[in-house]
Each structure stands twice: as C-alpha cells, then as structure tokens.
C-alpha cells in the first residue's frame, strides 16, 4: 500500500479489492490420454466439462461417490479431469506472502500505514525452530518389527501400554443403520458437504469422518485409482476441481489422506486439515511405527491398532474447522497480568522433577504458562495436538489419573513423549500437562502435579487466576476506536496471536462462523502461491474485513460496512500501537526455561 488513493493501487472485482498484486494464476492444466498437459481449457459452470475437443461430458454426479468416479473416468479420456499435478512429491505449495516494508513492490516505497522503529509487537519473543528440535532427547520407540508375527506382538504391545481405562475405552463410530434405513442414510451421507478419508497406499480404508468404512470400501479403490493413475505417469496427484467441489489429495507414506469440500474453502486450507489429521495418527503410533508396519504388511488393515481413537481425529478436524490458531498457524496466549503470569511460572519451575521435561498450564485453547528445557520448544501444530487431545480425554470434567504415550510429530516423530493431563478447576477449565520422555515416571508425574496444585492453593495462585477469568473479558471495543467489530493480531517470530473474544454482531454461533470463513477467504487470499498481495480488502453487506502483512506481522480486522477505506487503515495503525503497548499482557514475552 503506498502513498495516494487506494484505488491507484487497487483493482477490485466482485466486492473484492487486492493491492500489490505480482503474478496471476497459472493456467489450468488436464491430460489427455497420451499424457500430455493441455492448457487453458474451461471448465463452463453448467454442471459439466468440456473436453478437449469441445463437446461436454455427462452431466456433473450429485453425489460425492459419483462425483469421484466421474472424475476417475474424465482423468481417462481426452480433455477429460481438471486437475493440478506436481512434479515433485509432496503438499500442496506453502504460503507465500510479500513483505510492505520489505521494498518488494514494483510501485514505490510510501504506504499509508505509517512505519515505525519500534520493534513489531511480539517480536522479542523467542522464535519457534524451523524443525525436529527433540531429535536429541532420547525417546522410547517401538521395538522393530522383522516378521508378520512380530507385528501381532506389537498390536498386542499396544494395547497394553499403561492407558487408563478411559484413554483406550472411547466411543467408536456409529453403528450401522438397520437394513430398512439403508437408503435414508446413504441420502444424508452423499448430501454432507464436506468429507475427509484416510486409507492406506494399498487402497485399505482406516478413517471416514461420516459413516463407517465398511459402507464406501468401493470409494476407497476409486481414488486409490485415481492417485494410481497419476503416479503411473511419474507424477503426484494435488487436486481434481469440478463446477462446484474441489478434491485435495494428500500423500503422507504410508497415509493417503483425501478431503472433498465446495469451492467455499480453499485448497490449501483443507490440504492443511489433512496434515493434521495425519500427525494426529502419528500422534499415537509414530513415524517410523507406521512406516514399519506397512513395510512388513502392505495391506495391514490400520484400525486394528486405531480402535477407540475416532473421537481424536473428529476432534482435530472440528479444531480446524473452529480456532482461529488453526487458520493463523499460532497459539493464543491467556491475556492476563504480568506479575500473575509470572508467579504461575515460578511455581511451575520450582516443583519440577528431573524427569519433567514439559509442563503447560491451559485455560481451554489458550496457554497460560509453560516450563521447557533450554535447548527445546514446541511448535504451534504441536501444541494444537495436545490441546486436542487435552480437550477430548477430559471431556466431561473427568478427573481420573491419566498416563499415555504420544509422539509429537514436529518434535520428533520417532519416539514417545509421556503424558500426564489433569484438570485443575472445572470452574473455568482450567488444565496441565505434563510431559517426561520416561515410560515409567507415571507416579512421579502425579506427585509433581499434587505439589504444584498445593503450591498454588496455598498461595491462593489458582483462586485469583479463576477469578481473573472470570472477570476478565477482553473485546475489540476496549481499543475505544470506532467502527470496529474484531480483529487479529499474529507475531510471526512467536507464532503468537492476540484474537478478542467475539462481541456484538458475532454472538450467535452461525454468525461467528460466518465470520471465521471470511478470515478464511482473506487469509487464502494474501498467502496465495500464484497471487500475492500485502493487503487485500474483502467488502461484504455485512462488514469490511482487511488483511494486512509485514515482515514481523500479520493483522486482520473486521469493520463495518458504513467505515470508509481511510479510516479502516487508520484504525489498523492504532490498533499495532496499543498491541504494543499491552504486549507484556497478551505476549508471553518468556517461558520459563531450566
């Protein structure tokens, strides 16, 4: 954004406006029976596609088991299947955004959010590692594997891990429905809009987020197929878009990992929703567990080793779809005072066991304090795995004593961490975990929990932080500037984020979803890989949302429709001086470290 009118920078389309913009989308690409890539065919939007030689296809399936089966067969035939192809193995492509006060825009170097010397707020926190930062810490892993009977002794290994009965006793997926309902209940599952699979690279069925595998085995072998086909080329398939759903395929060997969602969601979002639902699996069997096991067996059936464990995976999916932190790649922390924040940590430090080797005090999704060892961090998707998992085992206010294995992925995804959550006070949920890197600390973990909740009772730590929750509810209007509805804030060193909660007109749950998918849409829009932009204006009837990045930040605020454009960015630049300001509140500036 730079010095004049917006609109000089600007070009809008459909209540759209991007700014700074440098490359335009590639162009779509199909394979015709030789195998060659043809360029710039269109696909028409009345339910069909047109071939290479003009002439439609069949009308577009109403089903999503059709629809793949459609596709499979127009990937087969001449001009047939709009899809993206990679030359190389891998995700669909990361991120890409430019930098305002970086000098990459061709237009000049003035802008109207005014620049400052000061350093960005949150950005003398402690950057996250770029990766495997335990693969020093010595973790248990899962003995290896040399024949098919070995890989029985391990399923059985397994299931005697030290789990309470709650850890492994879950509910399953739901039953099948009787016979006389068969037909009712194909309806509803083809008429969902969204579905994500899981199946191995043998076409063997492990998760469908909606029905039971045994139901769609048939769907299972038609994308399996599908991949076949691309592969058979030397290729890797990305995506399938049809008039109105797109298929984002994703290849974690020896996971295949397939979402299909309308056009109302990005490709690269979902793709993301599919890498996590795969670390959520690495998440209890590792790595090199999985690489293992499929090695020995190429058709193992995986749910063997699953069962109980749906809800996680239902869960995390439900997490990407909700939190804000998901979308943000970051972590909020507790808005709360320094002083209490700090003397939380103190406790957190003084009651350590040697064998402790993280501890993480969590008021739902937000962290409140955190002790970890010098020469180790965790990530963002790491930390979203625990609280996932955290906010599913102790559902219900349950307070047994729980003790399991789990592998964070980007941590190492080799060995076993061993966890033991808690929660501390139903009144506000708050909860801790513990994490030792040894399988037989269980006793140990529960005696450093018992001192650290002593210690903060007789301090009465816990009863002011209830009280401070309880109390305390922070919202966009407490920036006292006019016109704003809420924003986000994402220090990009810290992975942290400053998100108010959601006031008037977002008290209705469809509404703050509503709103959620426009921060979607905004966020896809400045980090698109073939069409980068440093700020993009999105005007809706029902509010002005506008994304903004930097080199250190990332901001996204919601306006109403009556705000103008030049006091929409004004209010942005107010809006980093008072982060700045109350960064010592929203920021966990340090984790306590020994």
């Given amino acids: 954004m730079h010095g004049g009118s917006l609109a000089d920078d600007a070009t ?56 793949l089966s459609s596709a499979m067969m127009e990937s087969m035939s001449p001009g047939g299947g709009n899809y993206n192809r990679a030359s190389t193995s891998g995700s669909l492509s990361s991120p890409i955004s430019t930098s305002l006060h970086g000098g990459s825009s061709p237009r000049g170097s003035d802008d109207n959010i005014s620049r400052s010397s000061e350093p960005e707020p949150g950005a003398l926190l402690e950057p996250y590692p770029a990766r495997d930062m335990g693969l020093n810490l010595k973790l248990e892993q899962p003995e290896a594997s040399e024949s098919d009977g070995e890989v029985q002794e391990e399923e059985e290994e397994l299931r005697k891990v030290e789990r309470t009965p709650t850890a492994i006793d879950l509910s399953a997926l739901p039953e099948a429905p009787p016979d006389n309902d068969d037909q009712e209940y194909s309806v509803s599952w083809y008429q969902t809009k969204k ?44 995506c399938i878009r049809t008039a109105d759903h797109v298929f984002v395929f994703l290849c974690r060997s020896p996971l295949i990992l397939v979402g299909v969602s ?29 690489t293992r096991v499929f090695k020995n067996r190429h058709n193992y059936d995986l749910r063997r080793q699953l069962g109980g464990l749906p809800k996680f995976f239902n869960g995390i999916l439900d997490f990407t779809e909700q939190e804000i932190s998901f979308l943000m ?39 409140v ?29 349950q307070h047994g004593e729980k003790w399991a294995p789990c592998c964070l992925p980007d941590f190492n995804d080799g060995g076993f961490l061993y966890i033991h959550p808690s929660l501390l006070s139903d009144t506000v949920n708050l909860s801790l975990i513990l994490l030792t890197n040894e399988k037989e600390q269980h006793i140990n973990m529960i005696e450093c929990k018992q001192r650290i909740v002593s210690h903060f009772q007789e301090h ?53 979803h509503r709103l959620f998918r426009e921060y979607c849409g905004v966020y896809d829009k400045l980090h698109n890989s073939y069409h980068k932009s440093v700020v993009y204006i999105n005007d809706t009837s029902s509010e002005v949302v506008i994304g903004y990045t930097s080199n250190n930040s990332e901001i996204y605020c919601t306006f109403l429709p009556s705000c103008t454009r030049p006091v929409a960015l004004n209010n942005i630049d107010k809006i980093l001086r008072w982060i700045r300001k109350e960064e010592s509140r929203f920021f966990i500036i340090h984790t306590g470290v020994y």
């Fill in 12 to 67: 809008k389309r459909d209540g759209e406006t991007h700014i700074n913009s440098q490359f335009s989308p590639l162009p779509r690409q199909r394979l015709n029976a030789s195998g060659t890539i043809q360029r710039n065919l269109p696909m028409n939007g009345g339910g069909s596609i047109s071939g290479a030689d003009g002439v439609e296809s069949s009308p577009r399936p109403t089903s999503t088991a059709a629809y």
């Fill in 195 to 238: 579905h994500i699979f899981v199946f191995s690279e043998a076409g063997k069925p492990i998760y469908s987020r909606y029905g039971q595998e045994e139901h769609i085995v048939s769907l299972y072998g038609v994308m399996q197929a599908l991949l076949a086909c691309v592969q058979d080329q030397d290729d890797d398939l990305q």
């Fill in 262 to 290: 309308p056009y109302e969601g990005s490709e690269e979002l979902l793709s993301r929703q599919l890498t996590y639902l795969a670390k959520q699996t690495v998440f209890f069997l590792t790595q090199s567990h999985l």
């Fill in 329 to 367: 790649g970051a972590v909020q922390c507790l808005p709360m005072p320094t002083t209490l924040r700090t003397e939380i940590t103190n406790v957190l430090l003084s009651n350590r066991t040697p064998e402790l080797v993280f501890a993480i005090l969590l008021h739902e999704n937000q962290i």
């Fill in 369 to 397: 304090a955190a002790v970890r060892p010098k020469q180790y961090i965790l990530t963002a998707q790491d930390l979203h795995l625990l609280m996932n998992y955290v906010k599913t085992e102790l559902s219900g206010g």
């Fill in 460 to 512: 009465r730590i816990l009863a002011k932080l209830e009280a401070h929750i309880t109390r305390s509810r922070f919202l966009a209007s407490d920036t006292k500037l006019p016109h704003l509805l809420h924003f986000i804030y994402k220090s990009k060193s810290s992975k942290q984020l400053v998100v108010p909660d959601f006031g008037p007109p977002y008290n209705l749950p469809e509404e703050r």
